[in-house]
């Protein structure tokens, strides 16, 4: 049976209860303005609530929260008495579709198995990632790491350049022989360039870059540029050759914490994941084999470099 609006309602009310099938995913009500003595607080919405069976298999309110907690931030928005009939609807049918697979023995194909060995597994990694990691990454560790990896670093120089790339050094000379004598970059850009992505409405222009985020050969070249100077020798890289005009230099302004936000969480994360991955090969027996199937041996660690 499907779910509509006021069935739901009627079933969220089960033997008297509070709709808290609905309002565990609303917003808490605003405090009342009046002064009338304070209405006892709702029970807090119990998980294991029965909210369906499909063939005696229970779906309950975690499962719904589950589900819900899943959902793209533009599906949270729909209002819950909308939004919790449809996630009901999907479950039941889950469960429909997989109590036919399992009497078809399905879960006994050994793809199959595998895929769902390959889940549970996968599950359980992430589920000892955040448990682990969740703790490390606060408001505390996030300035720290702000501090170390941005604050108290040198500021970097960055440049703002255009350029033009085509398949031949030839060509690139060419271009350059044109600019010299007048030729205007944006349009040869439009024109011949094959990055497309800087080439048309853009004449070119890469923006602002550090010397980090450019290929080391274009790198070196631009950057011993000068500003509103263009590169008389082509620049070659594995994508042809570049012809590069620098426009202007400047020293990279350090970003706040603020904006950087997002950015160092993702880092600090990251960080702490690869150590919780290394400690934790660091404690099992790890054998590598062949395709004959013969123990492939330990490398044998690097030497120190000898000193001088």
Do not use: C
């Amino acid at each position: 049976m499907r779910l509509s609006r006021s069935t739901f309602a009627l079933a969220a009310l089960l033997a008297g209860t509070s709709v808290a099938a609905s309002t565990a995913f609303a917003a808490p009500a605003p405090a009342p303005v009046a002064t009338a003595p304070a209405a006892a607080p709702a029970p807090a919405a119990n998980p294991d609530m029965l909210i369906a069976t499909v063939n005696g298999s229970k779906i309950t309110l975690g499962d719904v929260q589950r589900a819900a907690g899943n959902l793209p931030p533009q599906a949270r928005q729909i209002q819950p008495s909308v939004l919790i009939p449809l996630i009901v609807n999907q479950l039941v049918d889950q469960k429909a579709v997989q109590i036919a697979a399992d009497k078809e023995g399905l879960s006994r194909k050994p793809d199959v198995k595998a895929a769902m060995d390959a889940a549970a597994a996968n599950a359980l990694q992430n589920a000892y990632l955040e448990e682990k990691v969740g703790p490390l990454v606060t408001d505390s560790t996030l300035h720290d790491f702000y501090q170390t990896h941005y604050a108290n670093k040198k500021p970097e120089e960055e440049i703002h350049a255009r350029h033009i790339l085509v398949d031949s050094e030839a060509q690139a000379k060419d271009i350059i022989a044109q600019l010299n004598k007048g030729a205007d970059f944006g349009k040869l850009a439009a024109q011949l360039s094959k990055d497309k992505g800087s080439a048309g409405a853009n004449g070119g222009d890469l923006g602002w870059f550090k010397k980090a985020d450019m290929l080391p050969a274009f790198s070196a070249a631009a950057f011993a540029m000068k500003p509103n100077t263009i590169s008389q020798t082509p620049v070659h890289t594995q994508y042809g050759w570049h012809v590069i005009q620098v426009l202007a230099t400047r020293t990279a302004p350090i970003p706040t914490f603020d904006q950087v936000h997002d950015q160092v969480r993702q880092e600090l994360i990251r960080d702490k994941v690869r150590d919780i991955v290394q400690n934790a090969e660091s404690q099992v027996k790890v054998v590598h084999y062949d395709a004959q199937g013969k123990v492939i041996p330990d490398a044998a660690p690097a030497a120190a470099p000898a000193k001088k």
